[in-house]
């Protein structure tokens, strides 16, 4: 006899700056962080057609339209793209893996 019958376990690894966030969320909206964790994996395997999700994506897209048509996002780079144009480029990235690129550091040492 299985000792789970409508859930199956799974362990996650996280930084631990997002557990204690993620505790904080719980306990904030009296959920346990099982719960927490299952409305954020439903939420992301519904895609499109969960509101938010759409939301979140019209926000992204009305942001790349505005980074494309501003006056000064049109400064070419030596790539040949503009400013708008990389930024789109970043907002796309991030749309597929709805992860923040890594900082990096440019600058050139003193």
């Given at each position: 006899?299985?000792?789970?019958?409508?859930?199956?376990?799974?362990?996650?690894?996280?930084?631990?700056?997002?557990?204690?966030?993620?505790?904080?969320?719980?306990?904030?909206?009296?959920?346990?962080?099982?719960?927490?964790?299952?409305?954020?994996?439903?939420?992301?395997?519904?895609?499109?057609?969960?509101?938010?999700?759409?939301?979140?994506?019209?926000?992204?897209?009305?942001?790349?339209?505005?980074?494309?048509?501003?006056?000064?996002?049109?400064?070419?780079?030596?790539?040949?793209?503009?400013?708008?144009?990389?930024v789109r480029?970043?907002?796309?990235?991030?749309?597929?893996?709805?992860?923040?690129?890594?900082?990096?550091?440019?600058r050139q040492?003193?």
């Amino acid at each position: 006899m299985h000792r789970f019958k409508t859930v199956a376990p799974l362990m996650v690894y996280l930084p631990p700056d997002e557990v204690t966030e993620l505790k904080k969320c719980a306990k904030a909206h009296g959920k346990s962080v099982s719960q927490i964790v299952r409305e954020g994996v439903r939420s992301r395997l519904a895609g499109a057609e969960n509101p938010y999700v759409k939301g979140f994506d019209d926000g992204l897209n009305a942001a790349m339209e505005i980074a494309l048509k501003t006056k000064g996002a049109q400064m070419m780079f030596p790539s040949g793209k503009s400013f708008g144009e990389l930024v789109r480029d970043e907002i796309d990235k991030f749309k597929l893996d709805k992860q923040m690129p890594e900082a990096t550091d440019e600058r050139q040492p003193d």
